[in-house]
């Protein structure tokens, strides 16, 4: 069993809809997490921080922590045909980025 | 540069060839990460640099691999006769320092086949 589960779709959607990308995960030492994006041929590029449980709110996006479920959760509001991409969430039992633990990414299309 | 700069941004070589990636990261930067992108999967750390200190090379699959940091600019990433499983996107990135909160920067990766 991977130590970080995430559903490689691919999503499609359309414009203007609610988009939900989730991860599991099973090392309970794990504090810190992150999403990135990644566009096709690029490098990924972090979109949310966050530590422990709880909400975080930027823009159009809500990142979601429920460590006692061990499940996190990367909703984008209205949806916008630039925001396909590959999704990637990342964690780590430490602050830093070394040794991060990523899930295979999750595929989004959002179509006009 | 503005950002991370790796290269070659593609190299096709023979199987049991030696190759050599670049990674030039944003100025400043202290930290410096190596993480390999297989075809449809996530990202594996393979090395971290920190300053001068001793780097982190516990993600590295084999003595095959090696990099090397020149103080706090250029690194290099060596796989040695390569095998077809080393086919990948091998992505740099930096940051300020590993600190949390800090935030990360990607380059574009090089993206390697092995035929």
């Known amino acids: 069993q991977k130590e970080v589960e995430q559903d490689p779709g691919p999503l499609s959607v359309p414009e203007g809809a609610i988009v939900s990308l989730n991860c599991t995960y099973s090392n309970s030492a794990f504090q810190y997490f992150m999403w990135y994006r990644q566009y096709s041929r690029k490098g990924p590029e972090l979109l949310m921080y966050?530590?422990?449980?709880g909400n975080k709110e930027d823009g159009r996006f809500t990142a979601q922590v429920d460590k006692s479920s061990k499940y996190i959760s990367l909703f984008i509001r209205d949806s916008q045909p630039s925001d396909s991409a590959t999704y990637l969430c990342a964690m780590s039992e430490t602050g830093g980025y070394n040794k991060l633990i990523f899930g295979a990414g999750t595929r989004l299309a959002v179509h006009p | 540069g503005a950002g991370v700069s790796q290269s070659p941004s593609n190299k096709v070589t023979e199987k049991g060839k030696d190759v050599e990636l670049r990674c030039d990261p944003i100025?400043?930067?202290?930290?410096l990460y190596w993480y390999r992108q297989r075809l449809g999967q996530g990202l594996e750390f393979l090395i971290y640099f920190q300053g001068n200190s001793a780097p982190d090379k516990s993600g590295l699959p084999s003595d095959r691999f090696s990099a090397e940091r020149t103080g706090e600019s250029v690194s290099t990433l060596t796989i040695q006769r390569t095998q077809q499983e080393d086919s990948a996107v091998y992505l740099c990135?930096?940051?300020?320092?590993?600190?949390?909160?800090?935030?990360?920067?990607f380059g574009e990766g090089s993206w390697l086949t092995v035929v």
């Open positions: 990135a930096s940051s300020l320092d590993a600190g949390s909160g800090n935030t990360i920067y």
């Open positions: 966050t530590y422990s449980s």
């Open positions: 100025s400043g930067h202290t930290a």
